[in-house]
């Protein structure tokens, strides 16, 4: 078996709206970095990939849209492609939460 991995850091450089508390929230400063991880295992010619985003909530069209992409570029199967949000409160809004 083969392991790859990388992670990226896409903490915000300016203040903007955060989730959590269902109110919107101006964040001011940074704590910790916002990160995307990765780790793809590779097995007798299967490749699949795992995806940690530091998000609360992922929209499924997003994913969609990520897992083509991703095979797109490597040629993983995107039911392969399995891409989770960490569901911090502390990261930018990445779906519409109005309600009504």
Known sequence: MQLGTAWIDVTPTKPIPIMGQLG????NFTHDPITVNAAVFKSQGTCVAL????VALL?????VRAQLACQA????????????????????YTIDMTFG
């Open 24 to 27: 919107e929230r101006l964040g």
């Open 51 to 54: 995806i940690s985003c530091d």
């Open 59 to 63: 929209d499924n069209a997003f994913v």
């Open 73 to 92: 570029r490597t040629a993983i199967e995107p039911a392969n492609v399995i891409i989770a949000a960490t569901h911090t409160h502390l990261a930018p």
